[in-house]
């Protein structure tokens, strides 16, 4: 059967597509991707053109699909490819429009080639063989799991770039005490310096699921979300709609810690949780609080995912200050098919070398991480 292209997730019954996916991750349900695109989040207008790629059996039945976009630029993927872009343009070669598959604005490691192995790889071959037509730079495959890269390592011309993020592993603790009682002395009287910080600021805070907030939360909510953007110049990614769609979609999933002085709320961290997993997604304030981010962002959510008992916390790109609050290092991976021979070999060899580098950024971060050694109290 020849691959499809599906321009709205809202034409496809939500069953049908969740039933390819091979974990509860929030990211890749149907509810949170079509919120994306019936807020308006994602879209022509934004330069996230849904494009989702769909394969059937003879008798109509879903059998693989990919979260795929039509970008026009490269804002909102967290795999920098700015420098392919600029050297393209120089050359007098086109790189826009190239092909997406991954989740909008959110570097978050999972599925992107849904269904079984041996469907799947079949979407991904005619997906390949299809890109000369569809008159695209080429198709690139963002945070894939493990079960992805094995489709995608040694496949002729697709290249392997790495990345680096810091998670949170649970290591059977009882409380946020005994996670803290494996840190070296030093750093643990750091930690508990910016808690008593912030505490002594008079705040305090409350855990929501999405189903407890009202929409006036939401709009402190977005307010801010917002105001992150706002403060850097830029314009955010999602809209106010999404939050609503995905609270009245996927409330479950949805955790929002607020942070409050007296009555008033002052910021908030929009989590969600999936698995065994704690995702730590967007946090904002609207008054500036001395080591309130940290806080809100990171103490709050380990004590969190003690608590429920979840075995790992995502909380986002980058963030080498991650490293003193017990986040370790994480390789990442993404794949990248592009047509241009020239533009190939360039970014092969680039590649290479990032590739090593990463590693080694990666053995040199654990030095930063505060746990404990046998020569330490």
Request: aromatic letters at 12%.
């Amino acid at each position: 059967m020849p691959i499809q292209t599906l321009h709205r997730l809202a034409d496809l019954e939500p069953r049908q597509w969740d039933a390819l996916l091979p974990s509860a991750q929030p990211f890749l349900r149907h509810a949170f991707l079509s919120a994306l695109e019936d807020s308006g989040s994602v879209g022509a207008a934004s330069g996230w053109q849904p494009e989702h790629r769909l394969l059937r059996d003879d008798q109509g039945r879903l059998r693989a699909a990919a979260p795929a976009y039509l970008k026009s630029h490269s804002y909102g993927e967290y795999v920098f490819d700015w420098a392919w872009a600029d050297a393209c343009q120089r050359a007098g070669i086109p790189y826009y429009p190239k092909l997406l598959a991954a989740v909008p604005f959110s570097p978050v490691s999972g599925a992107r080639l849904l269904g079984d192995p041996a469907a799947a790889r079949e979407l991904l071959e005619g997906w390949v063989d299809e890109l000369d037509r569809a008159g695209v730079s080429g198709l690139h495959v963002n945070f894939t799991r493990a079960a992805d890269d094995a489709q995608l390592a040694g496949r002729e011309d697709w290249l392997e770039r790495l990345g680096c993020q810091f998670h949170w592993h649970n290591r059977g603790y009882r409380d946020f005490q005994d996670f803290l009682d494996a840190f070296s002395s030093r750093k643990r009287k750091q930690v508990r310096k910016e808690r008593e910080q912030v505490a002594g600021q008079g705040i305090d805070f409350a855990w929501l699921q999405g189903g407890e907030l009202r929409e006036a939360d939401w709009d402190f909510v977005y307010a801010c979300y917002a105001n992150t953007y706002h403060v850097r110049g830029r314009e955010p990614y999602l809209t106010r709609t999404f939050f609503s769609l995905l609270a009245e979609r996927m409330p479950e999933a949805i955790r929002v810690v607020l942070a409050r002085q007296g009555t008033r709320p002052v910021a908030m961290a929009f989590s969600l949780v999936g698995d065994d997993s704690f995702y730590g997604r967007y946090w904002g304030c609207l008054a500036e609080f001395d080591r309130l981010h940290f806080e809100t962002c990171f103490y709050q959510g380990i004590d969190y995912a003690i608590g429920q008992g979840l075995q790992r916390f995502d909380a986002g790109a980058q963030g080498e200050h991650k490293l003193i609050r017990g986040f370790e290092p994480v390789l990442t991976r993404s794949w990248h098919h592009l047509r241009h021979p020239g533009l190939r070999a360039a970014v092969a060899e680039f590649l290479e070398q990032e590739r090593a580098g990463i590693r080694r950024y990666a053995e040199q971060a654990r030095e930063a991480l505060p746990y404990r050694r046998d020569d330490q109290g």
